[in-house]
């Protein structure tokens, strides 16, 4: 399954983003209004980093730092794990947990942001997929194991009827 076909993915057309000439407090801002964990940063439009409640933790208030003096560039994650739309959400998955982040932003061949997914949505994705797969699983597993058995009983059930019928 790819990153296209997950309704997740479908479901978030807009991005939160700031430029990164803006200050934190207004990042800070942006994230709580929206309800977020995180935010793009972007430079002149194009993706520069990202700012996430990990960083403000850590970065900022473990830091003793102020949210008003402090610059956004400074505090960002600049290293940015990126995918694309067509990409594998296994693979996805495998590289969010390997590299220990919980946002990947989704970018096109250009490199512009076209979609934000976070590890709760690959959760969400999931725990679907893994009921779909045990339900199915289930069905088949009764009907291929037990398919001799329900033939019988049928038959036995068939017989004990016809035999009570024509007996009165």
Known sequence: MRITDMPEFKDKAEVLTIEQSSSL??????????????????????????????????????AGLSIEKTKLVDVMTKDLKTAKADDQIMDCMRRMSQGRFRHLPIVDDK??????????????????????????????????????????LGVAIYTIVLISFLSH
């Open 25 to 62: 407090a207004a990042a800070i801002d942006a994230m709580c209004q929206r309800g977020v964990g995180s935010i793009l940063i972007t430079n002149k439009g194009k993706l520069s980093g990202i700012l996430t409640e990990r960083d403000i933790l850590n970065r900022v208030a473990g």
């Open 111 to 152: 490199g512009d942001v076209v979609g934000l997914l976070s590890q709760g949505d690959f959760v969400a994705l999931t725990m679907s997929q893994a009921w779909e797969r045990f339900a199915s699983t289930a069905k088949e597993g009764i009907f291929s194991n037990y398919q001799p058995f329900l033939i019988l």
